[in-house]
């Protein structure tokens, strides 16, 4: 794509602002260049679309957890898009034992240390860590 073919599409800024956007093209010399774009309609609805999976799982595990079926755990790692390994890594805690803490039963179980790790980890309070929102807008 050259300079001038960059997308400058009038689409909603679901960034409000705080993220600038723009593309790598060609310049007239043939080296990539970096060109700022007011949007494209393909970028808006491909971001929309993840987005809307994003805040649908999110939901799904949110319910789950309300229903007894999965720890609170679950879902501020959905909220925060991680797996075991990365929580584990993050908190200090192995994975494995990160896989165990997403049964209730376990997680209820668990020591104030280590709950504490989770929610530095997951930038929660250790009161937070507990429960999860009632209605469905996430934290």
Not at 47 to 71: I, P
Not at 78 to 93: D, H, N, V
Not at 96 to 122: C, G, M, Q, T
């Amino acid at each position: 794509m050259k300079v001038n073919e960059v997308p400058q599409d009038d689409v909603p800024d679901y960034t409000e602002g705080w993220l600038k956007k723009g593309n790598y093209a060609l310049d007239d010399e043939g080296k990539y260049v970096m060109v700022p774009s007011k949007g494209w309609e393909v970028d808006e609805l491909t971001n929309r679309l993840a987005f809307n999976e994003y805040e649908a799982k999110v939901e799904e595990t949110r319910k789950a957890v309300l229903a007894g079926q999965k720890s609170p755990l679950a879902y501020y790692m959905e909220l925060r898009q991680m797996i075991p390994k990365f929580l584990g890594k993050t908190a200090g805690i192995a994975a494995f034992r990160v896989k165990r803490h997403l049964r209730p039963e376990i997680f209820a179980k668990l020591k104030e240390s280590v709950l504490d790790s989770y929610a530095k980890a997951l930038e929660v309070t250790r009161e937070e860590l507990k429960t999860v929102p009632r209605n469905n807008n996430p934290t």
